[in-house]
């Protein structure tokens, strides 16, 4: 029962990100002989009872007496050894927390350990000790800024015996860390935080908007380009902030030095220690020439590129190896800018010491924590690169959407059906993993949609990679039967979309291509066999993928030049597909209908009929077209191609 409270209240803070941000936080329930504590790099807003680790609290009581070594990196190293070992279970392969002997120390059956920003707001300003002595007395204790791990659990050790009472005040205040708040219960931990929030609640002042708003339109002529200034061995992906509280931080260099340096050890492990604010406003040509020469700047100072770059009046950006540590380290600094603001009701903004932060830079600790955020990069080609799928809610282009998803693709979905493409993105994002999947509608027959579509693609993730022109419609009919209007839509769509996809995704990847020489970007066609043969009395969207190809052979001729391969992969019949097996309104349907294929009494013999004009027989699938997407990508070296995947029915020539 009481890891099953341990659990629910867990998760209640959790998934709070008020309280707890970039899975971090700690809880733990103890009884006489056993502790159980959250495990390392186990997110406690999913966790469940595989994610705590039970250690021997007569294991952990002798750490507290025991000599050991003056080097800190020895003296962390034989601490983590002695964590393993009071491990219940030794042949666990989970990781003790580091703060395990701190939740042992507490003497709380339940201890909830987290970081709200109006707790690190109060401590990380001029007069926040004066100000917790002020609002909760004897009922907490204030730890000035300690190093984590063995000399921190020391110095609580010490503040508690310190106290004229016998008892553990239900709050332990910890100097750029958080808060740890005990109890006999889950509800009484609960009472404790509610309360103690707020009366800080009650201290602050007003800060600015911290809503999400509408980005400037420029930001997607710059970002591309920051992106690859900030991409050395591995391509980066971005995350963006615009809302009035980046906007506040941003408005000058004045008031982004409230910022600019590390609040707690989460925004030096995150977003690392400083951020880059990029001190101009003009065109997105003046303000990119500015971040060029001020991120070799940042690196010569510090040694590293940003992860953050605040542009001025803006917002706010963050690169990473992937999008999800992307988001984190953005959701991080804008928890430090909340910091900052409430700040200033406790007497302004005060950041870690210098040598605190290079104790946290490069402790084990943290650096394992860094590790687990970032995860692996991935055995693909295609890992974290960013994608665009048209018409990619459902059907062929649906299966090309699952396909790069689990290759860790970042994929925009481009649909008109906005239910089911945010559906999809949602089931697809779901399943884990450091790449992320969003939807934007889209119309590919609009210029204006598809250009906000490639803006929205930039502002989601950084840039752009791989645009795939896959929406089309088919509309068969012979000359006596096709209208005008019908013609038109499916010219639109199938021809002129493929036309305005070309012309805006372009104009990122050749901006890219500008600051990152030597780094390739697609864009694909989906095209058709009907675009390698003529289609009886299917002209219109025959003609369509004709004029397709040889768009593709002149887009490949003209952007060469700036890295973009362009290329055409030609798909047999997807006979699995809506379009031939939709039970009411499929071709198959249709077909035995129209008595279209002699002698056919069912479905299956009409599909038997198709199928036997295939010299693989059988029709295409999606992991045929998504073995031509990843050869397409991966070769450096091909171009302007009309690639056939349609099982020997149709060969070039």
Same mark, same amino acid.
């Given at each position: 029962m009481a890891l099953k409270d341990l659990i629910e209240i867990s998760r209640l803070y959790g998934s709070d990100p008020d309280y707890v941000l970039a899975g971090?936080?700690?809880?733990?329930?103890?009884?006489?002989?056993?502790?159980?504590?959250?495990?390392?790099?186990?997110?406690?807003?999913t966790i469940d009872e595989s994610?705590?680790? =039970?250690?021997?609290?007569?294991? +952990?009581?002798?750490? *507290?007496?025991?000599?050991?070594?003056?080097?800190?990196?020895?003296?962390? @190293?034989?601490? %983590?050894?002695?964590?393993? =070992?009071?491990?219940? @279970?030794?042949?666990?392969?989970?990781?003790?927390s580091v703060e395990a002997s701190l939740h042992d120390l507490i003497e709380h059956p339940y201890i909830v350990h987290t970081h709200p920003h109006l707790v690190n707001a109060l401590m990380c300003g001029k007069t926040g000790a004066a100000a917790v002595k002020k609002l909760f007395g004897d009922d907490a204790i204030y730890v000035p800024y300690t190093d984590p791990g063995y000399t921190l659990y020391m110095r609580v050790a010490t503040e508690i015996k310190r106290r004229k009472s016998k008892t553990v005040p239900p709050m332990i205040f910890l100097e750029n860390h958080g808060v740890f708040v005990g109890g006999e219960s889950? #509800?009484?931990? &609960?009472?404790?935080?509610? =309360?103690?929030? %707020?009366?800080?609640?009650?201290?602050? &002042? &007003?800060i600015p908007d911290t809503s999400r708003i509408t980005p400037d339109p420029k930001v997607a002529d710059m970002l591309p380009a920051v992106r690859m200034l900030l !991409?050395?061995?591995?391509?980066?992906?971005?995350?963006? +902030?615009? !809302?009035?509280?980046?906007?506040?931080f941003t408005k000058s260099a004045e008031t982004f030095a409230k910022v600019s340096s590390a609040f707690t050890p989460d925004q030096i492990v995150y977003c690392k220690a400083y951020a880059l604010y990029i001190d101009e406003d003009g065109t997105p040509e003046e303000i990119i020439t500015a971040c060029k020469a001020a991120c070799a700047s940042f690196k010569k100072k510090n040694g590293y590129?940003? &992860?953050?770059v605040a542009l001025k009046g803006i917002g706010i950006a963050a690169f990473e190896d992937n999008a999800a540590s992307a988001e984190i380290a953005l959701a991080v600094f804008e928890d430090a800018m909340k910091i900052s603001a409430y700040a200033a009701s406790f007497g302004g903004p005060r950041f870690m010491s210098q040598k605190a932060i290079s104790f946290i830079d490069?402790?084990?600790?943290?650096?394992?924590?860094?590790?687990i955020s970032k995860g692996a990069h991935g055995a693909s080609h295609l890992a974290q690169k960013i994608a665009v799928v048209t018409g990619g809610a459902q059907g062929f282009g649906g299966g090309i959407v699952e396909h790069l998803h689990a290759d860790g693709v970042n994929v925009i979905i481009a649909d008109l059906n906005e239910e089911k493409g945010r559906a999809y993105a949602d089931v697809l994002n779901a399943a884990g993993g450091k790449n992320r999947v969003r939807f934007v509608k889209a119309d590919v027959s609009d210029p204006a949609s598809v250009e906000a579509l490639v803006r929205d693609t930039v502002i989601a993730f950084g840039g752009l990679d791989v645009f795939i022109s896959n929406a089309g419609i088919l509309r068969a009919g012979s000359l006596d039967e096709m209208d005008a209007r019908t013609f038109d839509i499916m010219t639109k769509v199938n021809y002129t979309g493929y036309f305005y996809s070309a012309?805006?995704?372009?104009?990122?990847?050749?901006?890219?291509?500008?600051?990152?020489?030597?780094?390739?970007?697609?864009? /694909?066609?989906?095209?058709?066999? *009907?675009? +390698?043969?003529g289609s009886n009395k299917n002209f219109a969207y025959a003609g369509g993928k004709f004029g397709g190809i040889g768009l593709t052979q002149s887009f490949a001729l003209e952007l060469i030049g700036h890295g973009i391969k362009v290329n055409s992969i030609c798909p047999g019949n997807f006979f699995d597909g809506p379009l031939w097996s939709d039970p009411k309104n499929g071709l198959f349907v249709q077909y035995l209908?129209?008595?279209?294929?002699?002698?056919?009494?069912? /479905?299956?013999?009409?599909?038997?009929?198709?199928?036997?004009?295939?010299? =693989?027989?059988?029709?295409?699938?999606?992991? @045929?077209?998504?073995? #031509?997407?990843?050869?397409?990508?991966?070769?450096?070296?091909?171009?302007?191609?009309a690639v056939p995947v349609t099982g020997g029915q149709e060969m070039l020539k």
């Open positions: 971090g936080g700690n809880t733990s329930f103890k009884d006489r002989k056993t502790l159980f504590v959250k495990s390392s790099g186990i997110p406690l807003a994610g705590f680790v =039970a250690l021997t609290r007569e294991k +952990l009581s002798v750490m *507290s007496i025991r000599k050991y070594s003056a080097n800190a990196a020895l003296r962390e @190293d034989e601490i %983590k050894r002695d964590l393993l =070992a009071a491990r219940v @279970d030794p042949t666990s392969n989970l990781r003790p889950p #509800a009484a931990v &609960k009472r404790v935080y509610d =309360a103690m929030i %707020k009366k800080i609640r009650a201290l602050t &002042k &007003k !991409s050395e061995n591995t391509v980066k992906v971005g995350a963006f +902030l615009a !809302s009035g509280l980046a906007s506040h590129a940003p &992860k953050i490069s402790w084990e600790v943290e650096n394992y924590r860094r590790s012309k805006y995704a372009s104009k990122v990847m050749k901006l890219q291509h500008a600051h990152k020489p030597g780094y390739f970007t697609d864009i /694909i066609q989906i095209n058709s066999k *009907s675009g +390698l043969a209908k129209a008595k279209k294929v002699p002698g056919a009494k069912t /479905i299956a013999d009409v599909k038997k009929f198709y199928e036997d004009k295939v010299p =693989a027989r059988r029709g295409c699938t999606v992991i @045929d077209v998504m073995r #031509a997407i990843r050869y397409v990508v991966e070769q450096e070296y091909e171009t302007g191609q």
